[in-house]
T-cell receptor, first 111, second 113 residues
Framework: SQQGEEDPQALSIQEGENATMNCSYK?????LQWYRQNSGRGLVHLIL?????REKHSGRLRVTLDTSKKSSSLLITASRAADTASYFC???????????FGQGTRLTINP | DGGITQSPKYLFRKEGQNVTLSCEQN?????MYWYRQDPGQGLRLIYY???????QKGDIAEGYSVSREKKESFPLTVTSAQKNPTAFYLC????????????FGQGTRLTVV
């Protein structure tokens, strides 16, 4: 069963706008990670946020984590055409050390 | 260069045949994973291994088998029992299972002909 569920499934915005993607999960986690996948390629790690952290930044990326709501968001600021990709959240269970991915959000940046 | 390598990139299989996908890493990672991705879908966990000589079933292990005899290698066999094997298969590794970032290979696209 999928642990994380992303919302929206697809997002299309204009270059320069901000893009926000959300992830919800079901059980207690140790950390939550965000990955990016260009079409037909492997995934690339973007950011990891631990369960005791609330917010983390990396360049144009900002990730928040609300463990009380079991949800996380990924914000990409000042989007660029090169940001067009699918974005996935991944969580690890506290009871079993494995990495489980959600369905992903397909982000399209229009020039 | 350190990294994780999957081979082949494209693989064609006849119905009823077993086929093995290769995954090798030289990152000295303990944990390795296999995922299946169908078009427009997320990743589903097939098998994972936290340490050499040990592995566990993921969410969709039926019709697949793995081995972890060496730390750097985690081959996946798609058996004839897997009724719908056409998919994109991704291998990943991490220092520790689940607790650190995972590094992915470029994937193997398997097609049944």
């Amino acid at each position: 069963s999928q642990q994380g569920e992303e919302d929206p499934q697809a997002l299309s915005i204009q270059e320069g706008e901000n893009a926000t993607m959300n992830c919800s999960y079901k059980t207690s986690i140790n950390n939550l990670q965000w990955y990016r996948q260009n079409s037909g390629r492997g995934l690339v790690h973007l950011i990891l946020i631990r369960s005791n952290e609330r917010e983390k930044h990396s360049g144009r990326l900002r990730v928040t984590l609300d463990t009380s709501k079991k949800s996380s968001s990924l914000l990409i600021t000042a989007s660029r055409a090169a940001d067009t990709a699918s974005y996935f959240c991944a969580t690890d269970f506290k009871v079993a050390q494995k990495l489980v991915f959600g369905q992903g959000t397909r982000l399209t940046i229009n020039p | 260069d350190g990294g994780i390598t999957q081979s082949p990139k494209y693989l064609f299989r006849k119905e009823g045949q077993n086929v093995t996908l290769s995954c090798e890493q030289n990152l000295n990672h303990d944990a390795m994973y296999w995922y299946r991705q169908d078009p427009g879908q997320g990743l589903r966990l097939i098998y994972y291994s936290q340490i050499v000589n040990d592995f566990q079933k993921g969410d969709i292990a039926e019709g697949y088998s793995v081995s972890r005899e060496k730390k750097e290698s985690f081959p996946l066999t798609v058996t004839s029992a897997q009724k719908n094997p056409t998919a994109f298969y991704l291998c990943a590794s991490s220092i520790v299972a689940g607790d650190t970032e995972a590094f992915f290979g470029q994937g193997t696209r398997l097609t049944v002909v």
